[in-house]
C-alpha cells in the first residue's frame, strides 16, 4: 500500500492517474538512461546517434500512447464495479457486473455481485418484516400505507371480530390468537388477489379493493361477513364480524377513508353485530346507511 499512499498525494480522486504515472516512468525509464549515457559521452552524438536517439524518443512516445490506451481500456471493469456499487447505493438497485472471469478483477466482479444480492435480500427480510404482522403473516398498517396509494380509485372495509374481548376471557389468550389467525385464512381466500388486507390492530382488520365503487363494495363486504359467520369458530363457539365500508373519492385522503369505513363499522356494532354499515356522505355530513 505504500506507493498507493504515496501517489495518493499527488492524485488523489483518479486511481487511473496513477496507473498512467507508473506506466508512463516505466516505459521512458529505457530511454532516460540512454539518453543520460550519450549526454555523458558527447561523441556519441557524432555521426547517426542523434537520429538514432530521435527515432527511440518517437518509438517511445508511440509505445507509451499505445500502453496508456490498453490500460484505460483494462481497467474498465474497475470501474464498472465502483460505477454499481453506487448505482446500488443511490437508487437500491443495479446491473449485474459481467460474470465467468476468473483472475482477481473477475473475482471481484463476482464477489460484488454476491454482496449486492445478499445486501438486496436482507433488505427485503427486513423490509417484510416490518410491514408484516407477526401473528396472523398478514400486512400491518406500515405495509398497508405502502401498498394503497393516496388517492387510489376503490374501497375501503373495516372489520372488527365481534366479542373479541369475551373469547379471550372465555377461553384464553391462546384461543382468542388462533381465532385471529383463522380469520386472516378465510379472509385472504375470500378476497380477489389484487386486494390490500392487514390485520391494523387488535382484533381490527383493514381490506381495500381497489376500483369497486359502492353496490360491488356492498357485495364484497357482505360476502366477507358471511364467509367469515359460516367458518370462523372459538373452539365450537361461531365467531362472527362486524363490517364497514366507505367509497374513496377526489380529494379524500387515506386517513380520512379509513376513519369513513371505521365510521361505518362503529355502525355496525352499534345496530347489533354481524352486519355491514356503509359509511355514505350526507347532507350536513356523514351517515350510516
Known amino acids: 500500500m505504500w506507493l498507493y499512499s504515496a501517489m495518493s498525494g499527488v492524485f488523489p480522486r483518479s486511481f487511473m492517474a496513477k496507473v498512467f504515472f507508473v506506466a508512463f516512468v516505466g516505459t521512458h525509464v529505457p530511454l532516460l538512461a540512454l539518453l543520460g549515457w550519450a549526454l555523458g559521452h558527447p561523441h556519441m552524438l557524432a ?15 508511440l509505445g507509451t500512447g499505445a500502453t496508456l490506451l490498453a490500460l484505460h481500456a483494462i481497467l474498465k471493469p474497475i470501474y464498472r464495479v465502483e460505477e454499481t456499487i453506487r448505482a446500488f447505493e443511490t437508487a ?26 445478499a445486501v438486496d435480500d436482507r433488505i427485503d427480510i427486513e423490509r417484510r418484516a416490518a410491514e408484516t404482522d407477526p401473528l396472523t403473516g398478514l400486512l400491518n398498517r406500515r405495509g398497508f400505507d405502502a401498498r394503497v396509494a393516496e388517492g387510489t380509485p376503490g374501497a375501503m372495509l373495516m372489520l372488527d371480530i365481534d366479542g373479541f374481548k369475551a373469547v379471550n376471557d372465555r377461553y384464553g389468550h391462546a384461543v382468542g390468537d388462533t381465532v385471529l389467525r383463522d380469520a386472516a385464512v378465510i379472509l385472504t381466500g375470500t378476497l380477489r388477489r389484487r386486494d390490500v388486507l392487514a390485520r391494523l390492530g387488535g382484533e381490527e382488520f383493514g381490506v381495500f379493493l381497489p376500483g369497486l365503487t ?76
Open 92 to 117: 437500491g438497485t443495479a446491473e449485474p457486473l459481467p460474470f465467468g472471469y476468473h483472475d482477481q478483477v473477475g473475482r471481484l466482479m463476482s464477489s460484488t455481485n454476491r454482496l449486492i444480492l
Open 214 to 289: 359502492i353496490g360491488d363494495a356492498r357485495e364484497a363486504a357482505e360476502r366477507l361477513r358471511s364467509a367469515v359467520a359460516g367458518q370462523l369458530r372459538a373452539e365450537q363457539e361461531p365467531v362472527t364480524m362486524s363490517v364497514g365500508v366507505a367509497i374513496a373519492r377526489a380529494g379524500l385522503s387515506r386517513a380520512a377513508l379509513i376513519a369513513e369505513a371505521d365510521r361505518g363499522l362503529y355502525a355496525a356494532k352499534q345496530g347489533g353485530r354481524n352486519r355491514v354499515c356503509m359509511a355514505v356522505v350526507a347532507q350536513g355530513g356523514m351517515a350510516t346507511a
Open 47 to 61: 555521426g547517426g546517434s542523434l537520429h538514432v536517439l530521435g527515432v527511440a524518443l518517437v518509438a517511445t512516445l
